[in-house]
């Protein structure tokens, strides 16, 4: 029998590891992000612009900062994407795209340990701090929807958790190893992303801006991964 034959398929944590270290990160720089500046969402990025509504029908402040986020969203994943097309569709391009989110999140952090404590929401340091996350995470997104679009989105929660609803109906009305499979693999990122939401409220109330680090060094683990190509 051939080393083929005898290969065994590779297991759960095998094939899920990256996108559960990536919605892992994606809840947790969000509400580092969200308790740090304010109310600013860096993954969740449509957030602000109901924010942003909100602020301005009430009088608030720090309008025009997650306004500008959107713009600043678009502009990162049009270029994010004119240099995917000029590379090739391989693990090195996906590796540096890695690289690129961990290098804004390290600008996210220091200029969080720099200009922290936030209590003007119209500061131009917190929009400052606040861009560096979100291009991190705009860099993020453009990957998703191009070079790893086959794995589950790792930011934006409600299709995710749409389809955890459906998984486990199915599950309910027909149980099975298939609809097993699917329910936990939509289960596990559900709770990925709760499990970072957490994580990074505790490690901010502990260490400020410091609780970015960890999520950083998990961004180069994966990219590490990708360059070996063993990301997925």
């Known amino acids: 029998m051939s080393a083929a034959e005898n290969a065994q398929p590779p297991g759960f944590w095998a094939q899920s590891r990256a996108p559960l270290i990536l919605t892992v990160v994606a809840g947790a720089i969000d509400t580092i992000g969200f308790v740090a500046l304010l109310g600013f969402f860096t993954a969740h990025v449509t957030g602000n612009l109901v924010l942003a509504g909100a602020a301005f029908v009430q009088g ?22 004119m240099w995917i097309d000029r590379c090739s569709q391989s693990g090195t391009t996906l ?5 690129g989110e961990a290098l804004f999140l390290a600008g996210f952090m220091l200029a969080g ?16 701090t606040g861009g560096l996350g979100l291009i991190a995470l705009a ?70 801006f410091w609780s970015v680090l960890p999520f950083l060094l998990a ?12 990301f997925i």
């Open 139 to 208: 860099i993020r997104n453009t990957a998703s929807k191009t070079l790893i679009k086959h794995i589950s989105p790792s930011t934006m929660m409600t299709g995710n958790t749409t389809q955890f609803g459906i998984d486990l109906s199915n599950y309910v009305r027909q149980p099975g190893r298939e609809q097993g499979l699917a329910l936990l693999k939509s289960g596990s990122i559900v709770a990925a992303f709760i499990l970072g939401a957490l994580l990074g409220a505790v490690l901010y109330v502990y260490l400020g």
């Open 95 to 99: 590796g540096w795209l890695l690289v």
């Open 219 to 230: 961004v180069l683990y994966l990219a590490s991964l990708s360059f070996r190509k063993r």
């Open 60 to 81: 608030g402040a720090g309008v025009w900062i997650k306004l500008g986020a959107i713009p600043l969203f678009i502009v990162t994943v049009m270029f994010t994407k």
């Open 113 to 128: 340990l720099h200009f922290a404590p936030f209590s003007d929401p119209d500061d131009v340091a917190l929009a400052l």
